[in-house]
């Protein structure tokens, strides 16, 4: 069974730090290529950075220089480092594969305070 679950979201005031993790089913996440999603209320869910099997990350528009994309292959985890953190980025955070998409995780929850 296909399992993402991801952790590490919370309360932080701007400018502020956190790192989420993703733990996946280990048969989908060593070949794969991974995403982090998210979604903030009354939006759609988006895109925030990919990361091949090698370790090759990719960012989509005001995230890259304040998020960090990695993986851990031995650990079958996958993180998100995320930096000067502003209020526009209050939403939750999902983890999955690229391509196909699986069934969602129940996300993690990251609030940012003025």
């Known amino acids: 069974q296909v399992q993402l679950v991801e952790s590490g979201g919370g309360l932080v005031q701007a400018v502020g730090s956190l790192r989420l993790s993703c733990a996946a089913s280990?048969?989908?996440?060593?070949?794969?290529?991974m995403v982090w999603y998210r979604q903030a209320p009354g939006q759609e869910r988006e895109l925030v950075a990919s990361?091949?099997?090698?370790?090759?990350?990719t960012y989509v528009n005001s995230e890259k220089g304040r998020f960090t994309i990695s993986r851990d292959n031995a650990k079958n985890t996958m993180y998100l480092q995320m930096n000067s953190l502003e209020p526009e980025d209050t939403a939750v955070y999902y983890c999955?594969?690229?391509?196909?998409?699986?069934?969602w995780g129940q996300g993690t929850q990251v609030t940012v305070s003025p």
């Open positions: 999955n594969t690229k391509a196909p998409l699986r069934n």
């Open positions: 280990r048969g989908i996440f060593r070949p794969n290529t």
């Open positions: 990361i091949t099997s090698g370790g090759t990350a």
